[in-house]
C-alpha cells in the first residue's frame, strides 16, 4: 500500500498553527502519513522532491481544485497504490515559477501563508479518511 507523506519548507513558527497541524498530525497517525521538515534553499528541495520515489504533488493556488468528496475519491486510489504519493509545501514565497511539469493541488483560489497551508492540508486528509471511512465528521 502506498503511503502519503507531506513536505514542508521550513517548521511551522506560529504557535497557534503549530498546535493545530500537530492535532491533526496526531489524527492521521493510524493512516501511516509521514510529515518531513525541509530546510536549504528552494532549488534544492525541489529536487530532493523530484528524487523521491513515487508521485509528486506540489501545493499551489494555481493547481487543479477539488471538493472534499473527490478528494477523498483521491487520498483513498494514493493509498492503494503500490508506490508513495508526495504533497509538498513551498516556502513564504512559493514556488517561484520552479518546477512548472510537476501536478499542483490548491486548497484554494486564494493565497494562504505556507504555516496555515499545513494546516488546511493536513485537515483535509484528515477529513479525507473520515469520509472514506463513513464517519459524521464531514457534514455536507
Known amino acids: 500500500m502506498g503511503r502519503l507523506h507531506l513536505h514542508l519548507h521550513g517548521r ?3 504557535s497557534a498553527l ?3 497541524a500537530e ?3 496526531a489524527r492521521l497517525q493510524s493512516t501511516g502519513l509521514t510529515v518531513h521538515i525541509h530546510t536549504g534553499e528552494l532549488t ?14 506540489l501545493l499551489d493556488e494555481r493547481g487543479s481544485t477539488h471538493t472534499s468528496i473527490d478528494f ?3 487520498v483513498e ?3 492503494l497504490l503500490s508506490s508513495d504519493t508526495h504533497f509538498a509545501i513551498g516556502p513564504a514565497e512559493g514556488w ?3 518546477g512548472q511539469h510537476i501536478p499542483r493541488i490548491s486548497l484554494s483560489e486564494m493565497t494562504f501563508p505556507h504555516e496555515f497551508a499545513a494546516v488546511l492540508f493536513l485537515e483535509q486528509l484528515y477529513r479525507a479518511f473520515q469520509i472514506n ?3 459524521s465528521y464531514h457534514k455536507a
Open 133 to 135: 471511512k463513513g464517519t
Open 12 to 14: 511551522l513558527k506560529d
Open 23 to 25: 492535532t491533526y498530525q
Open 18 to 20: 503549530k498546535s493545530l
Open 96 to 98: 517561484q515559477n520552479l
Open 44 to 57: 534544492k528541495y525541489l529536487s530532493k522532491l523530484e528524487s523521491m520515489n513515487g508521485q509528486l504533488f
Open 72 to 74: 477523498a475519491t483521491k
Open 77 to 79: 486510489a494514493w493509498s
